[in-house]
């Protein structure tokens, strides 16, 4: 497998930021800021996005930095909507769409070094461009598109209940 130290930290945190997504997903049907699992994925993600600028294959700046980046402004978009932007709850759309986009944008790096690199010794994949990636990829935008569109279901009730309370 053969990561650094860097990229051993890298991974873990990457990990504890995925699974305290799912445990936001499950529990409150979007990464919610409000609470800890969506805390945990807000900064973890932005320590796991910016670890990932230590980390190179072949040495320099290249586009999976640039991506890295992407989602750490997608990630700082989403905390700036739910911090200043509380009373209005258009805004709520935007936060859960944002918080749900970096999720899977952060699976995208994620199913390739996966894929690539386990079981150890035979990796389900051979490079990023195998079909197994592209399926899986294909798969997770469907959750995605699913997702987004419960989301806006959800956040449109929510947005008529606080309007009457």
Avoid: W
């Amino acid at each position: 497998m053969g990561l650094s130290g860097l990229g051993i930290f890298h991974t873990a945190i990457g990990v504890i930021a995925i699974v305290s997504a799912i445990v936001s997903f499950a529990k409150r049907g979007k990464i919610d800021l409000n609470v800890t699992s969506g805390k945990v994925y807000f900064y973890l993600t932005i320590i796991t996005s910016l670890t990932a600028l230590g980390l190179s294959k072949k040495g320099g700046f290249n586009p999976g930095h640039v991506f890295a980046l992407f989602i750490v402004i997608v990630v700082l978009c989403s905390y700036f909507l739910h911090t200043k932007r509380k009373g209005n709850n258009k805004s709520r759309f935007f936060e859960n769409f944002l918080l749900s986009f970096s999720f899977f944008l952060s699976l995208i790096p994620t199913v390739n070094e996966t894929f690539t690199r386990v079981p150890v010794g035979h990796p389900l994949a051979k490079a990023p461009t195998d079909p197994i990636i592209g399926q899986t990829l294909l798969a997770l935008l469907a959750l995605f598109v699913i997702g987004t569109v419960f989301q806006i279901i959800k956040q449109r009730k929510e947005n008529s209940a606080s309007k009457m309370a």
